[in-house]
């Protein structure tokens, strides 16, 4: 499988006018799809799978610049993380062992204040990082990426 010279779409409803697709630098998964449906009438059914390849969980640290949520005060967490053989992943915060302090440290890094977290399906059960914040600022947080995540962390900032 190549790691090289792939795309990310995240489709919205059945038409591929409503996707959104990227280039990726590395991919270390792939998604097969396999259509059932024999003609272009809606909707279409599709069976995927997923190849996961195995990497060594890595740990590090994240800056302001690397945080993003979904929608601005609240949503899903992505962390950057620049890999120089890699380029830069962003990776999904995983809800395993998230805790009131990662959710401050989070959103003061966004300039906002902490409200609450709740838990969400994951974009990517593969691509997430658990987070572990000694304070509330990012620069102590431990970030690690996981293998499998089964809920996400949907933060809600606010200010």
Do not use: K
Not at 97 to 116: K, L, Q
């Amino acid at each position: 499988m190549t790691h090289y010279q792939s795309v990310s779409a995240n489709c919205y409803s059945y038409s591929i006018n409503n996707c959104n697709i990227r280039t990726q630098s590395y991919c270390s998964q792939a998604v097969y799809l396999y259509c059932s449906a024999s003609s272009t009438s809606l909707p279409w059914w599709t069976q995927e799978t997923t190849t996961q390849t195995e990497t060594t969980p890595q740990q590090f640290t994240a800056g302001y610049s690397d945080i993003t949520l979904e929608f601005g005060t609240e949503g899903r967490v992505y962390i950057g993380h620049y890999q120089n053989e890699y380029g830069n992943n962003t990776y999904e915060v995983c809800s395993n062992g998230f805790s009131s302090t990662d959710g401050e440290a989070i959103c003061r890094s966004r300039g906002y204040s902490y409200s609450s977290f709740s838990t969400t399906s994951p974009m990517n059960h593969y691509h997430t990082v658990a987070t572990n914040c000694n304070s509330y600022n990012i620069y102590s947080c431990n970030i690690q990426t996981q293998s499998y995540c089964s809920r996400a962390v949907y933060l809600y900032c606010y200010g």
